[in-house]
Structures are given as structure tokens and as C-alpha cells.
């Protein structure tokens, strides 16, 4: 099995536990979906590295991808307006 299945079958694994992994500087981390939501709006972008400073910095490098990945954010941002306001 190569390093990227293993890291496949990790991330899907913690995800069947109910935890998300992302990127960070040191390398993956995990938390509690239920916790990670629960943090403002612009903090779950910058963990996701989907905040607007972020993906505009793709615009040359990844065209296709940047504009995906700057729509998950703006997608992101409403979902969680939706959930504060119903108190998640």
C-alpha cells in the first residue's frame, strides 16, 4: 500500500469517527467535526485554507481548482450563517 493510500484510508477512517483532518504548517491534524464547526467562520476557512486570501493566491497556478475552492468558501460561510442562527 503507497503513503497516499494509507493517508487516504486515515482521513476516511477519522471521518467515519466523526473527526475532520486538515492541513496545517506541522502536517495533518484532526478534530471533532461537531467542535471544528463550532469556531467562527473565517477560523474554519483559514483551517481549510479556503479563505479568500488563500485561494486567490491559486489564481495563476491552479485556475480551474481556485474557483472551486473560493465558491466551498463562500458556501461555507452561508452554511455556518444557517447554523448560528438556529443555534447549531
Avoid: S
Avoid at 502536517?27 to 467562520?41: R, S
Amino acid at each position: 500500500m503507497t503513503e497516499k493510500e494509507k493517508f487516504r484510508d486515515l482521513v476516511l477512517k477519522k471521518a467515519k469517527e466523526g473527526k475532520v483532518v486538515f492541513m496545517t504548517i506541522d502536517g495533518p491534524a484532526e478534530a471533532p467535526i461537531d467542535d471544528f464547526i463550532k469556531q467562527p467562520t473565517e477560523g474554519i476557512l483559514y483551517d481549510l485554507n479556503r479563505d479568500r486570501a488563500t485561494v486567490l493566491t491559486f489564481i495563476d497556478t491552479d485556475p480551474p481548482k481556485w474557483v472551486n475552492d473560493f465558491a466551498c468558501g463562500l458556501v461555507i460561510a452561508k452554511l455556518k450563517e444557517h447554523y448560528d442562527k438556529t443555534d447549531g
